[in-house]
């Protein structure tokens, strides 16, 4: 492949490598999508055990100021959600929206005490970047980690595992974020995860990132995992996965992400509005949406990837919708998918079709997450 | 055993052809979840789409190797998809042929040029 020589490896590579891994490009970076297990078992493991990811593709990213007021009050001009109102050693997940009220990117954000502790999507994090400079500086200070990995460990086994490394793991809750010593490393560590399990994100600097992962992976439970099962196990979660299932025409309130959005941003709160797309944003939270994004559960066993036209019945002309992410879920056992219908038929039970192959197959709305959701809180 | 540039396999067997994919066509497709199989006593011609298979990554079709007609197929795959990955060359077997003309198979690869066309 010709872009080969452009991609970017992360401080795991030679591991991903050495582990069989099969490597392919995304956002960039060569990456490992499956190991020599395969999706289907490495789905399974991370629900039943633990898994470990390789994340440092992603972004991350440290915001300063004179203090953490400032710094939250710079950062919700870019974004709807209470970052003033978050408790020290907590983070919360954000949305960066543009002005036409569409979202621009997904995000975690913690409160690190004297910083804000920003991790966002590799394909956006250049633009990202550039939309905090903007806005923020020189007020607030972006700081772009470049030498830190960042570590996924997800699964019930979780937090036996790192416990094993450091006990203090243990003590945290669902969206904690602790500064932890793992291998006399000192390591950024949120109890937090994109898979819909328990587990952690850990930062970890690049030096350290090897020797950390092999240490997780000779645990018995640990097994590594690629971005196959990542996509499987955020599908089941019920997660947005950002390009897919929601972009820049796609506002908060169809996307489904309105609990993200705190009270004190909403109409009516004491720091209402004051972002981008902020007039769009609320109107539709207090009006409501006209489509929204909702769980598609296919009754056969074909599965309906993005993409595939969504019809109110079989003989219809129009479509009412669309598939977003959609494929086989290993531990739901057959498809799954997510997509956007009108409003009018997105509640739970509507029987719709899916056009695949040139034949409508039948589909019912369903509930999110498809496998419910098993966070320490 | 002749093998063709699509990673299937033929064989004959009791004057029918049976048509499979191959080990590498099974592990590049990854964990095969899903497969669709053609209607029996169908007149089909060399290429035309008979099947479909999803792996957890996507879709592929299945051609027709050779002219003929599909007399039987693999019923057990439509339940239980993944003997793709466990047993392509025997087991999970797709279809049956009865074709039209044999010598449409003269020109496909042996098992020593496939393995030299995968590399």
Known sequence: ?377 | MKFTEEHEWLREEDGLIVVGITEHAAEQLGDVVFVELPETDTEVSKDDEVCVIESVKAASDILAPIDGEIVEVNEALVDEPGKVNEDPLGDAWFFKMKAADASQMDDMMDEAAYKDFIG
Not at chain 1, 324 to 332: A, L, N, R, Y
Not at chain 1, 338 to 360: H, I, P, W
């Open chain 1, 1 to 377: 492949m010709a872009e080969t020589g452009d991609l970017h490896r992360t401080a795991l590579y030679d591991l991903h490598v050495g582990l069989g891994a099969k490597m392919v490009p995304f956002a960039g970076y060569d990456m490992p999508v499956q190991y020599p297990m395969g999706v289907m078992k490495e789905h399974l493991h991370c629900r039943a055990e633990a898994g470990l990811f390789d994340v440092s593709h992603m972004g991350q990213v440290i915001l300063r100021g004179p203090s953490y007021e400032a710094i939250a009050h710079a950062f919700e001009t870019l974004v709807p959600m209470d970052v003033l109102g978050l408790g020290e050693g907590r983070q919360r997940y954000g949305l960066f929206t543009n002005a036409v009220g569409g979202i621009e990117d997904d995000l975690m954000f913690a409160n690190r005490s004297d910083h804000l502790f920003v991790v966002v999507n590799a394909a956006c994090k250049e633009a990202d970047i550039t939309r905090m400079k903007a806005a923020l500086e020189p007020q607030i200070v972006v700081e772009v980690i470049k030498d830190r990995a960042l570590i996924a460990l997800q699964g019930p086994a979780a937090e036996t595992a790192l416990s094993r490394l450091n006990p203090a793991a243990a003590d945290m809750k669902f969206m904690d974020v602790a500064t932890l010593e793992l291998q006399g490393v000192d390591c950024w560590v949120s109890r937090s995860g994109y898979t819909g399990e328990d587990g952690y994100e850990i930062s970890v600097p690049e030096a350290a990132a090897q020797s950390l992962s092999e240490a997780l992976l000779a645990m018995e439970e640990v097994a590594p995992i690629g971005l196959g099962a990542r996509d499987s196990l955020r599908l089941e979660a019920g997660l947005c996965l950002y390009g897919n299932d929601i972009d820049a025409q796609s506002d908060p309130g169809a996307a489904g992400l309105t609990w993200a959005i705190q009270k004190v941003r909403r109409a009516g709160g004491d720091r209402a509005g004051g972002f981008p797309g902020s007039d769009h944003i609320l109107k539709v939270l207090s009006e409501g949406a006209s489509r929204k994004r909702v769980g598609l559960l296919p009754e056969g066993r074909a599965p309906m990837r993005a993409g595939t036209q969504i019809f109110a019945s079989e003989g219809a002309d129009t479509p009412i919708g669309a598939v977003t992410s959609g494929g086989f879920g290993p531990s739901v056992n057959g498809p799954v998918a997510m997509g956007y219908v009108t409003a009018d038929l997105a509640s739970e039970g509507t029987q719709l079709f899916g056009e695949v192959r040139n034949k409508r197959m039948p589909l019912k709305v369903a509930k999110l997450p498809f496998i419910p959701a098993n966070f320490k809180r």
